[in-house]
């Protein structure tokens, strides 16, 4: 089994930076893909960044050149750097890891997640 769980969130100003991180533990050598999701309510859950123990990434419109996902050499944390933060940011944020390789922002080939960590934005 792997467990994950965030942490790092909180509430920024417009135009203001937060960094999540995302601790994994238990089976950790199964894992060659994690990545980032948030949900508000009453909204699907959306992948915002995502990354391969290759080294690929692969991020959404709404974030890219704002967010870096990265992770380090022995894939026991991974973070997602979030700069120049907007109104629209807003959401529960989740980690999720899976098996198999390929860095994808889609939910249903993520196997595990962690509880989420909530940020909010606001003037």
């Known amino acids: 089994q792997v467990q994950l769980v965030e942490s790092g969130g909180g509430s920024v100003q417009i135009g203001g930076s937060l960094q999540l991180s995302c601790t994994i533990s238990?089976?950790?050598?199964?894992?060659?893909?994690m990545a980032w999701f948030r949900q508000v309510p009453g909204k699907e859950r959306e992948g915002v960044a995502a990354?391969?123990?290759?080294?690929?990434?692969t991020y959404s419109e709404s974030v890219k050149g704002r967010f870096t996902i990265s992770q380090d050499s022995a894939k026991h944390v991974l973070t997602l750097q979030m700069d120049s933060l907007k109104p629209e940011d807003t959401a529960m944020y989740y980690c999720?890891?899976?098996?198999?390789?390929?860095?994808?922002?889609?939910?249903?080939?993520?196997?595990?997640w962690g509880q989420g960590t909530q940020v909010t934005v606001s003037s």
């Open positions: 238990g089976r950790t050598n199964s894992i060659n893909s």
């Open positions: 990354i391969d123990q290759g080294g690929t990434r």
């Open positions: 999720a890891a899976k098996i198999n390789w390929g860095a994808t922002l889609r939910t249903d080939v993520y196997r595990y």
